[in-house]
């Protein structure tokens, strides 16, 4: 097959332990899975109807390299979350399947220009410039399912500067992960290589340009990196 321009390039994740990648499809997000950060943002919770959206694969930020500060903002902010992506996918899952759907595990920031989406909530209109711009979704290299031990109890941080942000357990959410996929696949049609961004804890604070940030699923995946 021919093209009329260069195809862009196949946006794809490291896999620990290994040199083969993890290419990347689409980027879905929920918001609002944790009480304690919708109650910190002064939003309602509606368990029965979790709150998704997108970001583009090709805003995600892989092995460790730096996040420009984007344009258009003067509060830029952090979301630790744990990513899930997927190996297998369909529509209309049930719970079996949307836990086989795992393929593995990760930890990422959903950065988010806090600005542009009090703005925009105020107004009623899209969070698109908010949340899906260039660069904001820095993700770390991704465990393979079968050798991620997961608990209620396993712990997300985020450290910034070497201040702790943001903790919390995987055991606060509102809708686990596959829960999250079931809900998900009544609205889509997933396909492996999608990636999921499953919510943030309580602490989402400003990010400011020569930041370092290290974000941690604890036992299962890392990420260091700075905002330049």
Same mark, same amino acid.
């Given at each position: /097959?021919?093209?009329?321009? =260069?195809? =862009?390039? @196949?946006? +794809? *994740?490291?896999?620990?332990?290994?040199?083969?990648?993890?290419?990347?499809?689409?980027?879905?997000?929920? &918001?609002?899975?944790?009480?304690?950060?919708?109650?910190? /943002?002064? /939003?309602?919770?509606?368990?029965?109807?979790?709150?998704?959206?997108?970001?583009?694969?090709?805003?995600?930020?892989?092995?460790?390299?730096?996040?420009?500060? =984007?344009?258009?903002?003067?509060?830029?902010?952090?979301?630790?979350? /744990?990513?899930?992506?997927?190996?297998?996918?369909? +529509?209309?899952?049930?719970?079996? @399947?949307?836990?086989?759907?795992?393929?593995?595990?990760?930890?990422?920031?959903?950065?988010?220009?806090?600005? *542009?989406?009090?703005?925009?909530?105020?107004?009623?209109? =899209?969070?698109?410039?908010?949340?899906?711009?260039?660069? +904001?979704?820095?993700?770390? #290299?991704?465990?393979?399912?079968?050798?991620?031990?997961?608990?209620?109890?396993?712990?997300?941080?985020?450290?910034?500067?070497?201040?702790?942000?943001?903790?919390?357990?995987?055991?606060?959410?509102?809708?686990?992960? #596959? @829960?999250?996929?079931?809900?998900?696949?009544?609205?889509?049609?997933?396909?492996?290589?999608?990636? *999921?961004?499953? &919510?943030?804890?309580?602490?989402?604070?400003? *990010? #400011?340009?020569?930041?370092?940030?290290?974000?941690?699923?604890?036992?299962?995946?890392?990420?260091? &990196?700075?905002?330049?």
């Amino acid at each position: /097959m021919s093209y009329v321009i =260069p195809p =862009p390039a @196949q946006a +794809s *994740l490291p896999i620990l332990g290994t040199d083969a990648r993890f290419p990347l499809r689409r980027v879905f997000c929920i &918001g609002r899975n944790y009480a304690e950060h919708a109650r910190e /943002m002064n /939003m309602p919770v509606d368990r029965a109807r979790p709150l998704f959206f997108c970001k583009p694969a090709d805003a995600v930020v892989a092995d460790g390299a730096d996040v420009p500060y =984007p344009s258009g903002t003067a509060n830029l902010h952090h979301e630790v979350e /744990m990513v899930v992506a997927l190996g297998g996918g369909g +529509s209309h899952l049930d719970t079996a @399947q949307a836990q086989a759907a795992i393929w593995g595990y990760g930890v990422g920031l959903d950065l988010t220009r806090r600005d *542009l989406q009090a703005e925009a909530k105020a107004h009623g209109d =899209p969070w698109d410039t908010a949340k899906a711009f260039d660069h +904001s979704a820095p993700v770390s #290299a991704l465990r393979p399912a079968g050798e991620a031990r997961l608990s209620a109890d396993t712990a997300l941080r985020l450290h910034v500067n070497g201040a702790l942000r943001q903790q919390g357990r995987l055991g606060d959410m509102l809708h686990d992960a #596959a @829960q999250i996929i079931v809900a998900l696949s009544m609205l889509f049609e997933l396909k492996a290589g999608d990636l *999921l961004f499953t &919510g943030t804890p309580a602490g989402v604070a400003a *990010l #400011a340009r020569g930041d370092r940030f290290h974000a941690e699923l604890d036992g299962i995946a890392e990420l260091h &990196g700075q905002i330049v």
